[in-house]
């Protein structure tokens, strides 16, 4: 059965026609996923003493054990090698954008696992402009305040109006440098639970703080679980943990995990 199609179906109705499909594909007993993630990314996703740890690897570690018939596993790789080995076969998949190139060698959950939500102010809690930053309901609310970011990622000069002055470091590192330690700038855009994990990292954890804004274009990446296509039954899987991406359990899952990464 086609995926959309399956997808229309009752929460009940779905469950056994999966059920059904993954006995014909052989799934009779529980299937161990080998899911492929980054060892350097953190609090994303990064390796510790061989272990695969981060948001991303606990999201996919609850939505594998939570699908019948799965049980999970996690390698953690340097990032480039970690997509060959999915593109190969050697490894199941991976959670991650579906680009069109990833398309390409992988079948993707239709719903995302998690969002990179870039949407937030980060600054330092005695910014003279805090006020200003959190009273903020559109872009131009921010002209003349400046905007500290990495260099090369395109993002700033595609969806950052040219009125808010902007500073370019090389390295994320020295983002945080510049906002907390110099105080030359006024802000940066990144998701709170990955500016809590620096700035704990670097000493500036008591002088940040955060604001949720809707007014920055583009700034929600999707991630969504992708299987290779190298797997005969990857069509299967992938309906089966879209199903449990639709559960309740799974929300609340998702707000629990997210909300431990985002605590002080």
């Known amino acids: 059965m086609p995926l959309a199609r399956l997808l229309k179906l009752s929460p009940l109705c779905r469950i056994s026609v999966v059920a059904l499909m993954l ?3 052989g799934i009779s007993h529980a299937q161990e996923i080998n899911l492929a993630f980054a060892d350097d990314s953190p609090p994303l996703t990064y390796a510790k003493n061989g272990q695969a740890l981060g948001i991303i690897p606990e999201l996919a570690q609850w939505l594998i054990e939570h699908t019948p018939g799965l049980s999970f596993k996690a390698t953690a790789l340097a990032w480039p090698r970690a997509q060959r080995e999915v593109e190969q076969g050697r490894l199941d998949g991976f959670l991650t954008y579906p680009s069109g ?3 390409n060698y992988a079948v993707f959950t239709p719903s995302a696992v998690y969002h990179i939500n870039s949407s937030y102010l980060i600054y330092r809690h005695d910014n003279p402009h805090r006020a200003r930053m959190e009273r903020a309901t559109q872009l131009s609310d ?14 700033v000069d595609d969806n950052i109006p040219a009125g808010i002055q902007r500073v370019f470091t090389p390295h994320v ?4 440098h510049l906002l907390f330690k110099r105080r030359n700038g006024d802000f940066t855009l990144l998701p709170p639970e990955q500016a809590i994990y620096s700035t704990k990292q670097l000493g500036y954890h008591g002088a940040l703080r955060y604001h949720a804004v809707d007014f920055i274009p583009n700034s929600k990446i999707p991630l969504h679980l992708g299987i290779s296509k190298a797997n005969p039954k990857a069509q299967a899987l992938i309906a089966l943990l879209e199903s449990t991406l639709q559960t309740t359990a799974f929300k609340q899952a998702h ?4 909300k ?4 002080p």
């Not at 921010?142 to 993002?155: D, I, K, Y």
């Not at 431990?260 to 605590?263: E, I, L, M, V």
Request: include cysteine; charged fraction near 15%.
């Open 101 to 103: 190139e990833r398309q």
């Open 142 to 155: 921010l002209n003349g305040l400046t905007l500290v970011a990495p260099s090369g990622t395109g993002f």
């Open 260 to 263: 431990s990464y985002r605590t």
């Open 23 to 25: 006995v014909c594909a």
């Open 173 to 176: 590192e020295s983002v945080y």
């Open 255 to 258: 707000a629990r995990i997210v």
